[in-house]
């Protein structure tokens, strides 16, 4: 059995791959497991956030999500694991609803899965999502206007908030870099976080699809709790261990 508290390599590698499985380990435990102080656990966290593995939070630390690239890079990444999230949320949208949907790849990957039998109040901030709905006959479709973030693929800025804290939904699709039970969903800049925000405040009910992937990590920005998401969709193996974390949220899930 490897002396831990003499190898600290080996205690970090360890904590690395605990936090890759897991999404978050906790002081005290590793602690107890690897017979050492709970102060050099402490530091060993320090050291793997230091290079971007983790971010410590009270009493441990999480899994911290991947850097996200272009909009336009997202949408061809993962494009099977989206389209099945796609399907499965699309038919979550009840007819006649009002339905704002955020910008994100996963979500592009939606509005191509709505049904076109489906009448629908549609609204939007990302051009590419808005061009997508357009083919659907029974929906009406609103963009929202401002200035355009080429990055994250969607229109910003004081005149955009204000069109959306016009307008009430029944039901919102939020986009999401990341989801933790304690942390919440999370998205990478303040911008997006604080639209996303506001997307929430006007809306009935709250939509999430994610990948596998996002599920136990951590982003910069906290957008909602996670106990603020009525229904949430994910797609691939994800721990039991998280899974019952959310559904003791009281989250609806669905798994595709």
Known sequence: MIDYASFPDQRQALIQQRIQQQGRVVCVQLAQELQVSEHTIRRDLQELASRGICKKVYGGAVSLALATGYFADRVEQQKEQKQKLGAACAALLRDDACVFIDVGSTNLAVAKAISKDKPLTLVTHAPAIALELMKLPLAKVILLGGTLNTAIGAAFGIGTLRQLQS??????????????????????????????????????????????????????????????????????????????????????????
């Open 167 to 256: 307008m009430y939904f029944d039901q919102c699709l939020l986009g999401a870099c990341s989801l933790d039970v304690q942390a919440g969903l999370c998205t990478n800049t303040l911008d997006d976080a604080e639209f996303k925000q506001a997307i929430v405040q006007q809306s009935s009910e709250v939509l999430v699809a994610l990948t596998s992937d996002k599920v136990g990590t951590m982003a910069r920005h906290q957008v909602i709790a996670a106990d603020a998401i009525h229904q949430l969709v994910l797609e691939g193996e994800v721990p039991d261990s998280k899974l019952q974390a959310l559904l003791d949220k009281n989250i609806q899930l669905y798994r595709v």
